[in-house]
């Protein structure tokens, strides 16, 4: 008898092909989550703040000429700039919250500090986005790698003709997610990403822009499960009507909202937020509401387009 031939194994015997020692994966993906993968996932706007993913701005705001050609307002003052961003780390370091940094190995484009656009997160993982714009074209690689280091499942990627940014997205409620397209989120990609929450359960609200309005984030804000904040003029009349018809009380911002990014905070836990400093009118209406309020200067960042909330990737609440 060879060697071979002593030392054959019954395949139905072994555990590769299903025998005895067979070990069947029975839990499900939510039930991995802090064991196989890292503690995380959102399934609402307003539940305590637990972790987010941020990037650290780096030599990418030095040498820009043209603020316009990279979809920035103005010409921005990069240290200052790598400061206030380091200043609302810390913020949220010192509301409880954990930091992680996209730390990536290249220069990335200059927007990259606007990680809330490249990920939408769900209780099971991440969506990665795609943007619109050629500017901001693979800038999902980089937050994409992050996520895989950090043990974040990614559920999809947004890919072929769609586009998706994740300040398009907003969770309702633990079951229903407000969508919305306009001109960072087509239909496409929000066909995409509906598909994908459906999928886990999740029922989709698709509402569209109007001109001139950037994202949803920027136009619509949650500050406990039952109270909402809005831009009077740029909210759709859909959005408010979905509140209201899940029992939102929905508040309309006095005009300060627009230069000083008032709206673009970011919820802490119930009634409770994170916003851009130097909006004493805003911050007052927010505290008439009963929300507590923190506040950090990024007015050199906000030249860039962007506040606190589109800075933000949430990595978890609850």
Request: proline share 7%.
């Amino acid at each position: 008898m060879s060697r071979d031939e002593s030392t054959e194994v019954d395949p139905l015997a072994s555990a590769a092909f299903g025998g005895p020692q067979w070990s069947p994966r029975v839990a499900a993906s939510r039930e991995e989550m802090g064991t196989l993968w890292r503690k995380c996932g959102v399934d609402s706007e307003s539940a305590a703040l637990r972790a987010v993913l941020l990037h650290r701005p780096g030599r990418e705001l030095d040498s820009i000429e043209n603020p316009d050609a990279v979809q920035m307002l103005a010409t921005i003052d990069a240290e200052l700039a790598r400061q206030q961003h380091a200043s609302m780390a810390q913020a949220y370091r010192d509301a409880g919250v954990s930091v992680h940094l996209v730390d990536p190995e290249s220069t990335p484009p200059p927007n990259l500090v606007f990680v809330a656009d490249l990920m939408f997160m769900t209780p099971e993982g991440a969506i990665v986005g795609r943007p619109a714009s050629t500017v901001r074209a693979g800038e999902e690689r980089f937050v994409a790698r992050r996520l895989a280091e950090l043990g974040i499942p990614i559920l999809r990627t947004v890919h072929g003709r769609g586009t998706f940014e994740g300040a398009d997205a907003a969770w309702l409620d633990a079951k229903t997610v407000l969508l919305a397209t306009g001109l960072r989120t087509n239909t496409e990609g929000a066909n995409q990403v509906a598909s994908t929450l459906r999928e886990l359960g999740v029922d989709v609200e698709v509402v569209g822009l109007p001109h001139g309005a950037m994202h949803l984030m920027g136009v619509l804000r949650f500050a406990d499960p039952k109270l909402a904040i809005a831009w009077p003029g740029r909210v759709p009349w859909a959005a408010v009507d979905a509140l209201k018809a899940r029992g939102y009380e929905v508040l309309f911002l006095p005009s300060e909202v627009s230069p000083g990014m008032a709206l673009n905070f970011v919820t802490l836990g119930p009634r409770s937020i994170l916003m851009p400093a130097d909006n004493p009118i805003t911050q007052a209406f927010y505290e008439q509401a009963g929300i507590q309020v923190r506040s950090v200067r990024i007015n050199e960042l906000i030249k860039a387009a962007g506040g606190v909330a589109c800075m933000t990737g949430v990595i978890e609440r609850g």
